[in-house]
């Protein structure tokens, strides 16, 4: 199917012009292969390591004039690179060249607590480094952990344990559950 945009442009012109129908027919393929590339093609086109997201997406988009991109898991899942990271069945970031920024929907586990990843840069590539900005800190990560898609284990909200701590929001205040107490402190 050819984009509602393209076909607009081309009634403007003469139907007899043959560069004009040639032209069109170049951006119908680009367009075609533009939309059946996969999100880790796009993560590898912009130096990025094509592990840093799981197996099992079910669908993604990008918005060309943006780079923004959204990804769509079947459920919320936990996959282990050097640490346990936390996919939302549903993530969304901004692509650029060596990073992906206003990340949300993916949390990093350190000690007991998640803390959300709020963007994923390379240095250098020959330095082998890959950093996740967790708000407060950088947590470095050896980029060779990301060469692969892993695969990424669902999990049950309800079943996590009392002691687990998700923080979405560093300036909101979070207490630990008092011992005999059967509510989660989530942020």
Known sequence: ??????????????????????????????FITTQSSSIYDALSSNGLPIGLLPKGI????????????????????????????RFDWNFAGVLSYGKISNLSGIAAQDLFLWFPVKGIHVDVP?????????????????????????????????????????????SRTIQQPTEGDDQRAVA
Do not use: W
């Open 58 to 85: 079910t669908n993604y988009t990008i918005d060309p004039s943006t780079n923004r991109f959204e990804v769509h898991l079947n459920s919320s899942c936990n996959t282990k690179f050097e640490t346990s990271v």
């Open 126 to 170: 020959t330095s082998g480094l890959i950093y996740f900005d967790v708000g407060v800190v950088f947590k470095q990560f050896a980029l060779s952990s990301f060469e692969i898609p892993k695969d990424c284990t669902a999990f049950d909200v309800d079943g996590l344990d009392t002691e687990l701590i998700v923080l979405k929001d560093p």
């Open 1 to 30: 199917m050819i984009n509602p945009k393209i076909t607009q442009f081309l009634h403007k012109f003469p139907k007899s012009n043959m560069n004009l129908h040639l032209l069109a027919t170049v951006i119908s393929i680009l």
